[in-house]
């Protein structure tokens, strides 16, 4: 399920296929869709994902790409230990930024705001 926790950012709660790559779809269509200047940070909550497919992690290469493209920060939190085990194997878990929950994720995405905002005053 998207949604959108602040004007800037969107929280994903997935869960295993079909609704893993419904969702995914669904956030890259958003994403890709949007203005450079409205594109949101997005956190994917991947608390209920206990296996993931190639498909998938195509899925989660693409919409970090686009994100990273425009400034923005994609984070992976609550990665069961399967799915992480795939990560490692694959060599994507150097790629993702991973938080431990979707509030540690959130407070991560909006010190990284305000410090850039305090940078951009001096």
Request: one cysteine or more; aromatic letters at 4%; charged letters at 25%.
């Amino acid at each position: 399920m998207l949604t959108d926790w602040s004007d800037d950012i969107v929280v994903v709660d997935l869960a295993d296929d079909p609704q893993l790559s419904d969702e995914l779809s669904a956030i890259i269509d958003r994403v890709a869709g949007s203005e450079t200047d409205s594109v949101p940070h997005v956190v994917l909550n991947m608390g209920l994902v206990g296996y993931i497919k190639s498909s998938n992690l195509a899925q989660l290469i693409r919409l970090r790409k686009l994100v990273q493209d425009v400034g923005r920060e994609l984070v992976l939190c609550s990665v069961d230990d399967r799915v992480w085990s795939v990560m490692m194997v694959t060599g994507l878990d150097k790629m993702f930024e991973v938080a431990p929950d979707p509030m540690t994720a959130l407070a991560g995405i909006q010190l990284g705001d305000s410090d850039e905002q305090a940078d951009a005053k001096r």
